[in-house]
C-alpha cells in the first residue's frame, strides 16, 4: 500500500513541477517579447539619431539619444526580469519531493523483490539463497 501512495506522490509532484514550469517558461518568453520590442525600437532610435546627426549638427540628435538610452534601460530592466522569472521556488520543492517518492519507491520494490523468493520458498536454505541472488542481481542493475 505504501508503495502507492509514494507513486501517487511522486506523480503528483510530477505534474505541479511541470505546470510550475511551463508557467515560468511562459512569463519568462513574455518578458522576453517585451525585452526585443524595446530592442526594436532601440535600433530605429539609434538609426534616426545618426540619420539626425548627419543630415544636422543640432538638437534632435540629442533628443533621440535621449530616447535611445531611455529605450535601452528599459530593455535592460526587461532583460534582467526575464531571467529572474524562470527560478521558481515551489517546483524546485516539487521537484525534489518527486525525487525523495522516485527513490522510496525504488527502495520499497527492491526490498520486496529480496524478500519474495524467500516468502514464496519452501525450504529456508532455498529461500535465502534465492533472496542473496535476488539481492546481488538488484545491486548490479542499481549500479549502471
Known amino acids: 500500500m505504501r508503495l502507492f501512495r509514494l507513486a501517487r506522490a511522486a506523480m503528483e509532484a510530477e505534474g505541479l513541477h511541470l505546470r510550475r514550469m511551463l508557467r515560468a517558461r511562459g512569463i519568462q518568453a513574455a518578458l522576453a517579447g517585451v525585452a526585443a520590442a ?3 525600437m532601440l535600433l530605429m532610435m539609434l538609426h534616426l539619431a545618426a540619420f539626425a546627426a548627419l543630415a544636422r549638427n543640432g538638437g ?3 533628443a533621440a539619444l535621449l530616447v535611445a538610452v531611455g529605450d535601452l534601460v528599459l530593455l535592460t530592466v526587461f532583460l534582467f526580469a526575464a531571467r529572474r522569472a524562470g527560478h521558481d521556488p515551489v517546483a524546485e520543492e516539487a521537484r525534489l519531493v518527486r525525487q525523495q517518492a522516485v527513490r522510496q519507491l525504488g527502495d520499497g520494490a527492491a526490498r520486496a523483490l529480496v524478500l519474495a523468493p524467500l516468502l514464496r520458498s519452501q525450504s529456508a536454505k ?3 539463497l534465492g533472496a542473496a541472488v535476488t539481492a546481488m542481481l538488484i ?3 542499481s549500479r549502471r
Do not use: E
Open 38 to 40: 524595446f530592442a526594436l
Open 60 to 62: 534632435p540628435v540629442g
Open 126 to 128: 532455498k529461500g535465502l
Open 139 to 141: 545491486g548490479l542493475l
